[in-house]
């Protein structure tokens, strides 16, 4: 088993653990809850989108956002937990297992797999409906342009040693686009000096994305106190080609894939 398959069973091990907790808490919600357990409900969702994001798992990361945003609303006092609110979490978090399960075996659920529940959230939470389906993007562009995102990231050197893996990240990222990279090695030192533990490398990322800035930052969410990370937008205009490859891109993101290793082992 290479080092990102292990990395990936392990997040499925622990997205068990926590669908386990969030069921145990939700059972146990009523409108006296207390703001530990609605806490404690929401950082089970946000690890399971967080680490959904890292490896690819788009239905994951999609769902979990939507039941993430309605679970911030109500520790922010705005929504009460009703009976039929804790009833379409309780649905949510089988949603949430059941996407779980299906990753863990290398299989596939439909697009719109639990997109009901998603709309069902929300309708609580008064979000603006996504899509009908909680695929990753929608198949039309109804716009001209995109975002041109320029990304500087530099690991602290004991980013190995707190267990996050920049190689990860970098997956992510070209998932949400065309990605540029610009790989600075210049502080790797000679072999008999070199500590397998310590980061050594930088980077220059330019992305081009339908995807808003908060999507861009959410791939540093987990990292971003153990690294320097510069992160500039602007709007360019996309050609008919650009447009097509994207859409291209889109289409093979729902077929399973091996892991992209943008790095030499």
């Excluded at 404690?40 to 490896?55: E, L, N």
């Excluded at 899509?131 to 993007?137: K, L, Q, R, Y």
């Excluded at 040693?161 to 190689?167: K, S």
Aim: aromatic content about 6%.
């Amino acid at each position: 088993m290479d080092d990102l398959q292990q990395f990936k069973q392990t997040y499925i091990t622990e997205c068990f653990e926590l669908l386990s907790d969030m069921e145990e808490l939700l059972l146990r919600l009523d409108e006296e809850t207390s703001i530990d357990d609605l806490n404690a409900i929401f950082r089970c969702a946000h690890s399971i989108k967080g680490g959904a994001g890292a490896f690819g798992f788009d239905q994951i990361a999609n769902f979990t956002h939507i039941l993430e945003t309605l679970l911030d609303e109500m520790r922010e006092g705005k929504i009460a937990a009703s009976n039929e609110i804790v009833d379409t979490l309780l649905k949510a978090q089988g949603i949430v297992l059941h996407m779980v399960s299906t990753a863990n075996e290398d299989s596939s659920l439909p697009s719109d797999f639990g997109a009901d529940i998603a709309q069902e959230l929300e309708r609580i939470a008064g979000m603006e409906p996504s899509v009908a389906s909680v695929e990753t993007n929608s198949n039309t562009q109804s716009d001209d342009s995109r975002r041109k995102y320029t990304i500087f990231f530099k690991p602290m050197q004991e980013m190995l040693v707190n267990g996050n893996e920049p190689l990860l990240l970098l997956r992510e990222l070209a998932s949400l686009g065309e990605l540029e990279i610009n790989t600075d090695d210049s502080a790797l030192p000679s072999l008999d000096k070199l500590d397998p533990e310590v980061c050594y490398l930088k980077w220059d990322f330019t992305l081009l994305s339908d995807e808003p800035l908060e999507r861009i930052k959410e791939v540093f969410e987990f990292v971003e106190d153990d690294c320097e990370l510069t992160i500039n937008t602007e709007t360019v205009a996309q050609t008919t080609e650009q447009k097509k490859l994207l859409l291209r891109k889109k289409r093979l993101k729902r077929k399973p894939r091996k892991p992209l290793l943008l790095l030499p082992r």
